[in-house]
């Protein structure tokens, strides 16, 4: 009688014990669904943040680029001026702010 009392409950400490592995497997897997998620979400916003830098610094660029040629075309056209020629240089300074 005392070894089928000892064997159901080694029994049932096993079947408890396989129970809290799988909890904890089960637990584990949540976990990492959840951070892998995180993750996702935060690569997205790093992407947005690199467009969006990608973008100003390009802007900055042409709006320099543009500086450049206005400041060169007002030199050619105070040149003309200076010896009276009757070039007609486009100004593009009406495009920079």
């Known amino acids: ?9 080694k029994e049932k ?3 408890a014990e396989r129970e ?3 909890a904890i497997r ?12 995180m993750e996702e979400e935060r690569e997205k916003m790093r992407q947005e943040i690199r467009d969006k830098v990608r973008e100003s610094n ?3 660029y042409c709006h320099t680029a543009l500086r450049r040629v206005s400041f060169v075309l007002q ?3 105070n040149l003309c001026q ?6 007609l240089v486009f100004d593009v300074g009406q495009f920079c702010s």
Not at 26 to 37: L, Q
Not at 82 to 87: A, D, E, L, N, V
């Open 1 to 9: 009688m005392g070894g089928d009392d000892d064997s159901d409950d």
């Open 13 to 15: 400490e096993e079947e």
């Open 20 to 22: 809290r592995q799988e």
């Open 26 to 37: 089960e637990a584990e897997e949540r976990r990492k669904e959840k951070h892998r998620k």
């Open 58 to 60: 390009f802007e900055i």
């Open 75 to 77: 030199m050619c056209n």
């Open 82 to 87: 200076s010896m009276h020629c009757s070039i």
